[in-house]
């Protein structure tokens, strides 16, 4: 055995020093180490005046240590005579989603901080969307106990994988494969595996939880400390994760060559694929079970293709695990990259030659160079009228644009491309290697030194300088654009020609059977704005007394849409209409359509029938083919006249924000609009007893657990006249003048015959679907019915009393809802939706509109056309061999390409685009000067209420300036205690009120930070409670 000598630690310093002057490192036992006295000490030493010797000279004791101590025992001894805690030293945390720096940092998956979904803040918003409760997050959050998940940290390059043990008081808790516990509502993962362990393996984990109903205050204290359960305990799971690890390597060795090498397999055109098929690609069969690829062999690949930052990435921002999806960029793009990244690393490295001093004869002579010269002549050019600013968007400006350059060559547009490809479309994970490429040629050119940080933000207002986009460009609409879809710079999405169109239509699959609603009057109750109009309601009474057919006509452009055409393929891109300001783009972009399907008189319909009685009771329904002749335009304030009621409004607040010139002019309506005063006395005994009815049909809704009401959200309307945008014919912009952007909460709730009679249209749907054994995309809520009792308890009790006083649900409340219900999707088996109050739903009323609605038409139309051959009805039918689409088909290739369009399409037009249009309006105000022409001014300070404490690092919460999320990171405490004292993080509560002043707004990030002034309203870390599931 070897005998242990105990010298003092001596630093690299001294020991060099000692060395080169011949001395010995062990010269002396009780040698001073000068070099390192004060520096890198991880443990603090209090300075004891009536102790002479240095402190570090004799680090364990004076006394020479016996030979036979062993190392146990003398670091017991070492720490009784250093007691002082150790000084951590600080990790270097990024922003969630952001580049970071991971080099230097030490790889650890003991020291892997789990890392929250990164837009949690837009996910974290349940829209009305006129016919259906929208939720923006993802359905990955919505876990069960025993769901096995993959956990990544984008700045380590680290995966672990996690069991989920269940879900306590709206948090969810996990255990991972390396024996840490931690607890969080918003898991960023990318992989699951459903059941992975049952609940006799997840019991005494869960068992062993040190809190079931703390706060997220006392929970992370927990975490901190450690306190979750042991790895005794959870040995069962560590091995169970890291046998499937294990196969997952085997698996992955056994294919290396093809998996090392996926682009090379997989790569050409940009397009999306499953990662089902990808391993169909990539890996041997004899690693499938059943026909399908095991969770392990699936794994292999998904880790695989993370590997390559550069050639695949996950196609959805929204919802991976339920779709698996990866978008695959093409060999241009690849190519492009490569040669970016050539040609800045040839630059740097002559610059290492001539010290970086670069004349402009010597950068003209190479192509990086002359790029820069351009780039630089642009960027100065356009400076004179509009200045540079460091919040993601350029200055206002109020004289004219200076004139666009000429000149650009082949490789500066390449060079341009891949800055839109790390600024706008953010290609590059945040743990890419890849963002040194853009940051190198900002600092190339020379234009950006006051910025603390050459980032994506500064990369996307370089591209506004240059006249690449707008100064008022969305960036959300290139970060959530879809493969496939291709944008236009100037504002919405490059669509079909119309001689095209008209050549793609084919006749009316149902001419010669539509049932003629000629003697039938038809409202169409829209706003005067509206182009497209796809639904209409008309009634008629029957026989029996208080019973009523009410008839929902919907537009059917699909009777002349083949299922197989490019219209349908061009809608399944752009899945529904966006109507985000500047950038208004119909699902269905042309005249010819609108023309030919919009409801009118003499056009066809596509038309749902149900018989109710006076009590809103569903009797009967059926569908048919209709042609309308006689049709009404009428809005619904003029509907809410005529029945002598108010115009339904939500309280909310009055608050109009504007900055810019409002436009003098009002569009007339393309289409004449009746007036209450005009409609005849039986026209207004119809809408009467239709609002009678729908009045009915909502109550029962609302004692089936239906949704009472929804917190109004604030919109923006923008207008771009006096705004002058030349345009060169390589696509380059210059802009004078700015938008005019107004905010303001819409009060308005739609019209309760339209609402009530649209949902109806698809309970309609849905049932008569579901008796043919129609697959269509149902509107479901997975775990609603076994979790039925518990959904109505906790919405009564908790969550609806909280809406109806127009208080914001926690977050907590909302995860609450989520789980118990099982989250919000689409599937072929249709389950009860309790928030609508429905048993089964399918959206089907917009088809000029929404591609969804198309895909319902298309398997009715299908079903109609079976029934008339076969002279008999399909209910109890289980065939779907003569549908346009079989249940398979839709589950595996439809659904999962269409959950992530729609649920981009809708976070960018409700939440995330609109979201940089306040941004900039705030930005106006706050920094550029600009007056606020509607509205109160900006106030100096804002209310910030905490939702979340995140890991002890940021605060996130909402301004009371139009609900704004907002964050506040450790360093906005310092001087918001009592009496000027700096707070912690771990000193604030969800539920905390403080005053703050706006510390950063960058625009194109969406974020807002602020710092604390005081705390207003202290929570002392109580939130409501939750029925456990």
Known sequence: MLQLKSPPYVCWICLSGKRLSGSSANSSSNSRCKGCKGMYATVQHSDKPSLPQDPFSNAISDQKPSEHVNIRDRL?????????????????????????????????????????????????????????????????????????????????????????????????????????????????????????????????????????????????????????????????????????????????????????????????????????????????????????FTPAALYAVHRALLLDDVGFRPASRVDHTQTYLFEITSEADVKTIDKVEMLVQKHYEQSVSNRGKWSDD??????????????????????????????????????????ILPGWTDLDLELIQFMHMWAASEKFGSSSQRHWIGSAILRALGRYQDCEYLDQAVAWTFLQEIGWVKPWEIQARYRLRLTGVQLERGGGVKTTEGALVKSLLKPDIFSGRRKDFAKTRVFCIDAESASDIDDGVSLEPTETPGEYWIHVHVADPTSSIRVDSPLANQAALVPQTVYLPGHFSRMLDNDIIRKKFSLAAGRPSLTFSAKVNTQGALLDYKITPAFLRNVTYITGDAVSAACGEESPQEACPREVFAVGKASATKLPPNRHMTKAEDLSAKDIDDLQTLSRLAKAIRGNRLDKGAMPTYLPTPSVTVSFQGVEVNKSPDGFMRCSGDPYIKIAYDSSRGNPIVDGTMQLAGEVAARWCHERGIPIPYRVQPRAAQNMDLLRKFTREVFYPQLASGQRPSEENWQVIRTLSGGY??????????????????????????????????????????????????????????????????????????????????????????????????????????????????????????????????LKGRLDWFDRPALMQAEGLVGAGEGGASMRIADVNVGDVFEVELSDVVVCKRRILVKALRRVENMGGMISRAPSA
């Not at 509502?185 to 992975?196: A, E, N």
């Not at 050019?381 to 109020?398: C, E, I, N």
């Not at 689409?885 to 037009?909: I, S």
């Open 76 to 292: 017991r001894a070492w720490e009784a005579e250093n007691p002082e805690p150790a000084q951590l030293i600080p990790r270097d945390h990024q922003e969630s989603g952001a580049a970071a720096d991971y080099m230097p940092q030490s790889q650890s998956p003991f020291m892997v901080e789990v890392e929250t979904d990164s837009d949690a803040q837009d996910f974290n918003q349940h829209l009305y969307d006129g016919d259906d409760l929208v939720d923006l997050r993802s359905n990955a959050a919505v876990l069960q106990a025993g769901d096995l998940v993959e956990i990544s940290s984008s700045a380590w390059r680290i995966q672990l994988l996690a069991v989920c043990l269940g879900e306590f008081n709206g948090y969810q808790h996990f255990y991972t494969n390396t024996g840490k516990w931690f607890t969080t509502h918003g898991v960023r993962t990318l992989f699951t595996v459903k059941g992975f362990a049952d609940a006799s393996e997840i019991g005494p984990v869960a068992d062993s939880l040190p809190s079931k109903s703390a706060s997220v205050g006392l929970l992370n204290i927990l975490q901190d400390l450690k306190a979750g359960p042991s790895r005794h305990v959870g040995a069962g799971l560590i091995r169970k994760m890291n046998s499937f690890l294990d196969d997952t390597r085997f698996i992955y060795q056994s294919n290396a060559g093809k998996l090392d090498n996926a682009f090379r397999y997989l790569g050409g055109d940009e397009k999306s694929m499953a990662l089902a098929d990808i391993a169909g690609v990539l890996l041997h069969k004899g690693f499938k079970k059943r026909d399908r």
């Open 362 to 403: 010597e950068l003209e002579a190479s192509v990086f160079g002359g790029f820069l010269l351009k780039a630089r002549k642009a960027i100065d050019d356009g400076r004179r009228s509009r200045m540079w600013s460091p919040h993601g968007t350029l200055r206002t400006s109020s004289i004219p644009a200076s004139p």
């Open 825 to 954: 999707d689409i599937s072929t088996t249709p389950t009860p939706h309790f928030t609508m109050g429905i048993d089964m739903y399918t959206k089907v009323t917009s088809p000029l509109r929404r591609y969804a609605d198309m895909l319902v038409h298309w398997q009715i139309q299908g079903a109609l056309l079976e029934e008339e051959r076969r002279g008999g009805s399909l209910v109890g039918n289980t065939d779907d061999s003569f549908l346009p689409f079989g249940r398979e088909e839709l589950e595996q290739q439809v659904f999962p390409m269409l959950r992530v369009r729609e649920r981009h399409a809708v976070l960018l037009d409700r939440s995330q685009g609109t979201g940089e249009w306040m941004l900039q309006a705030l930005v106006r105000a706050w920094r550029f000067g600009d007056a606020v022409t509607e509205g109160a001014a900006l106030p100096p300070t804002f209310r910030f209420t905490v939702a979340d404490v995140v890991e002890k690092r940021v």
